[in-house]
């Protein structure tokens, strides 16, 4: 048996990550063309869903897809389907240079936390060296689990006809702790070990901030909206939830002698979980035509959204000075 063969996930379900340069100026067209792209999958049998990562600082413009069916079966009919290729056919002028792409069996998805980001390293490894391979594979993860930050680890094996390559997912609780096991000494001693047992390897970045928040109807989680929106609209929903509990329940609480530090607990408490259960998914339907990525096809599109909730900010401040008088 080998050091990994634990680590090795299920077999009935089956995952494609596609990352994908485009092109400088054609964000909005290519978002359009990911839509199409998107609704043609769901029709296939198998389809389970998709989540669309927008690139984040520092990504040189790449974008990440994340398409899962229930079985390798289902995924490579898809994979291989004409409709599909005439889509790849069409969307060849968005991007630079060609997409690449990752095939995983089994698994699932992970519960994330908020701000979780997750790493997809593939591995090209050397013929008749899979043992020792998988011998460093292990070592890496066991100095990976010492790092600030880590989540957890999977090792995914070649699928045969489909995906020749190897691939480790790791997620870590942040972007910075990361970018810190990425840079750190510790794993450029393990690359340069590893170096033996592997051609090459490449890395791609998965995650968003606040995407536990930003869920939609059916057909419309094709990825999280970027990190400003994001922040704006959690602010937008989060003021106005915390004002109205110092209103309510701060007083309720003080008058009954209760410590502030207590008291400051079940306020988190009551503000996350009206924020989670109640407001955010008011907020998410009311804002949908600027937060779906799907939906916002233009910078008018941006900019009116955005005015509305500094609109809201500025409502929000007059209604609760005056009753704060």
């Known amino acids: ?25 054609r ?15 769901r029709e296939f049998e198998g389809f389970e869903g998709v989540e669309v990562y927008p690139p984040a600082a520092g990504d040189e413009n790449e974008w990440v ?51 979780t980001i997750t790493a997809v390293i593939s591995h090209e490894v050397k013929p008749g060296r899979e043992e020792d391979f998988l011998r460093w594979q292990e070592k890496a993860f066991k100095a990976q689990a010492k790092s600030p930050g880590f989540m957890g680890s999977e090792l995914f094996r070649p699928v045969e006809g489909v995906q020749e390559h190897w691939v480790a997912v790791f997620r870590f ?15 450029r001693a393990l690359l340069e070990e590893g170096s033996d047992y592997f051609v090459s390897y490449d890395v791609r970045k998965v995650g968003s901030a606040f995407s536990g928040w930003f869920r939609f109807g059916e057909g419309e989680q094709d990825g999280a909206p970027p990190n400003w929106k994001q922040a704006m609209t959690v602010l937008l929903a989060l003021y106005p939830t915390v004002a109205v509990l110092n209103l309510t329940e701060g007083h309720w609480l003080g008058d009954l002698g209760v410590p502030g530090y207590i008291g400051l607990f079940i306020g988190n408490v009551l503000s996350v979980s009206a924020l989670t259960w109640l407001v955010m998914p008011l907020v998410n339907k009311a804002l949908a035509f600027w937060l779906v990525p799907g939906r916002t096809t233009g910078h008018r599109v941006h900019l009116a959204g955005a005015a509305v909730v500094v609109l809201c900010y500025v409502l929000s401040l007059v209604v609760f000075g005056l009753a704060d008088h």
């Open 27 to 41: 964000a909005d067209d290519y978002q359009r063309w990911q839509r199409r792209v998107n609704e043609a999958a």
């Open 1 to 25: 048996m080998s050091p990994r063969a634990s680590r090795e996930p299920p077999a009935e379900n089956a995952t494609v990550v596609t990352s994908q340069k485009v092109c400088v100026g």
């Open 173 to 187: 609780d942040s972007r910075e702790h990361l970018d810190d096991w990425l840079a750190s000494d510790a794993r």
């Open 65 to 115: 897809v994340v398409f899962r069916f229930a079985g390798v079966d289902h995924l490579t009919a898809w994979l291989d389907s004409g409709r599909r290729q005439e889509l790849l056919d069409e969307g060849q002028e968005f991007f630079e240079g060609s997409p690449t792409q990752e095939v995983l069996r089994g698994g699932a998805p992970a519960e994330q936390a908020p701000e």
